[in-house]
């Protein structure tokens, strides 16, 4: 692609609009799919959320204002709807997504993040995914960081994980290396967003599930000078970065977990 996305300054808007996300709160109607079936929670407000067992749902189409919902059970969530599309050239229109620590004063029940780096000996993580063929989209893992223990506003460091990639789209920055980390190979890009520095790890072909241990990929970011020990691991998030449509895309397990 010959100019890259704008690729998050979601986390900039999200901050202007945190206000209104508190005033209005999560807005979530519990739909029975039939009896006996397991409770299906669905989101469509725009900066809606759910607790999901020891994580937290959220539907964050903080660059849209086309309808997208999401279907939340209890091991992850499905895209039921997804409007409208955004140039490739830029920001993707949303983040549906699930994850464990803090997110904007939100924090996952009974979690020990943030937690400083050298304190962490393992954060193991596992995801399953489904994908489409109709859309414009990345899977993606979010990974924050922070030198210090911060639960709101924006992160320092962003580390991404692209499991797959469907369209025209890159991630912030451009391309510095490759790297063989957690298993597997994976191109290596690097950028600033505007609000903080980005780290995105590129596999060259999708993965439909992937079980890693989340400080690898850490570690390797403070071994390009991106981090240090001394700082704060503040989330782990996955889920999907639509650009355009996306309904039926689904994370059908996650769990994550800072040992």
């Not at 929670?41 to 849209?64: D, L, P, R």
């Not at 490739?88 to 997110?103: D, E, I, Q, R």
């Not at 451009?174 to 600033?192: L, P, R, Y």
Request: glycine share 10%; net charge negative.
């Amino acid at each position: 692609m010959s100019s890259r996305p704008l690729h998050r300054p979601r986390t900039g808007l999200r901050a202007a609009v945190t206000a209104i996300v508190v005033a209005i709160g999560s807005v979530a109607a519990l739909v029975l799919t039939s009896p006996g079936a397991q409770a299906q929670t669905e989101i469509c407000e725009k900066f809606g959320t759910t607790t999901v067992g020891n994580y937290i749902a959220q539907n964050n189409a903080w660059g849209t204002d086309q309808p997208q919902c999401i279907s939340v059970t209890g091991s992850g969530f499905t895209v039921t709807q997804a409007e409208g599309s955004v140039p490739t050239s830029g920001a993707p229109k949303s983040y549906p997504s699930v994850f464990l620590g803090c997110h904007y004063t939100n924090c996952s029940p009974g979690t020990n993040l943030p937690q400083q780096v050298s304190a962490i000996g393992s954060a193991p993580t596992d995801i399953s995914y489904t994908y489409v063929d109709n859309a414009v989209y990345n899977a993606s893992y979010d990974i924050w960081l922070d030198p210090t223990p911060k639960t709101d506003g924006v992160n320092q460091l962003e580390i991404m994980i692209w499991l797959n990639r469907v369209g025209p789209i890159q991630p912030i920055g451009s391309q510095t290396g490759t790297a063989d980390v957690g298993g597997q190979q994976w191109e290596v890009w690097t950028g600033n967003n505007g609000s903080n520095e980005v780290i995105s790890f590129v596999a060259p072909s999708a993965l439909s599930s992937y079980s890693f241990d989340v400080m690898n990929f850490v570690d390797e970011a403070i071994a390009r000078g991106m981090a240090t020990q001394d700082w704060y691991l503040t989330s782990i998030q996955a889920g999907f970065e639509p650009w355009e449509n996306g309904a039926g895309l689904a994370v059908n397990s996650f769990s994550a977990s800072v040992n």
